[in-house]
């Protein structure tokens, strides 16, 4: 059974992890709209895709322990951007925050000595370092390319072999 505490810091993750799917979303609609970068259009709503997976594997797993998963309202999320560069930074920026998010998480579950939800969450300890990484390499991509069109182009080309997600969430 899930402490007051626990759920209560487990449902605020349901809303980072939903809002952080609305924020790619958004991402990929603008990319949508800009010319010749369909793979980064579509890697923007894979992620967007995953993040509600998170949400959702958040979701069950407090309804599963007894407690009761709220389902949050979102903000709208930053709808344009200056530039890819500017989107790739923001995903990164907002990744970061998640990542402090999960880690905030983790001590809770000690706190708590909730070793179910501790075991539970290292699943987006190990996801958080992955999605990291992902977004720092393609900023770093990114930062060599600088305004380059030619190098736009062999990103967006590149990029249809990068996997969101890392480790697939169970069922
Ligand atoms: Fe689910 Fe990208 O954090």
């Given amino acids: 059974m899930l402490s007051k505490t626990m759920q209560d810091a487990l449902n605020a993750q349901v809303l980072i992890e939903g809002q952080s799917s609305q924020v790619y979303l958004a991402m990929a609609s603008w990319a949508e709209i800009q010319p010749g970068i369909d793979n980064i259009t579509s890697f923007f709503y894979r992620h967007s895709d995953e ?6 594997k958040l979701i069950h797993f407090i309804n599963e322990r007894g407690g009761f998963a709220v389902i949050p309202s979102f903000e709208q999320p930053q709808l344009t951007f200056p530039s890819i560069s500017h989107a790739f930074k923001t995903l990164l920026e907002h990744e970061i925050m998640v990542s402090e998010s999960i880690n905030n998480l983790v001590d809770i579950a000690l706190k708590e000595k909730d070793y179910a939800t501790h075991n539970f969450l290292q699943w987006y300890v190990a996801e958080q370092i992955e999605e990291e990484a992902l977004a720092r390499n393609i900023n770093d991509k990114l930062e060599l390319i600088g305004n380059e069109k030619s190098g736009l182009y062999l990103l967006d080309r590149d990029i249809l072999n ?4 890392g480790p697939t969430p169970p069922q």
């Avoid at 993040?51 to 959702?56: D, T, Y």
């Avoid at 990068?162 to 997600?165: F, K, M």
Wanted: charged share 30%.
């Fill in 51 to 56: 993040e509600r997976e998170h949400m959702l």
């Fill in 162 to 165: 990068v996997s969101v997600g």
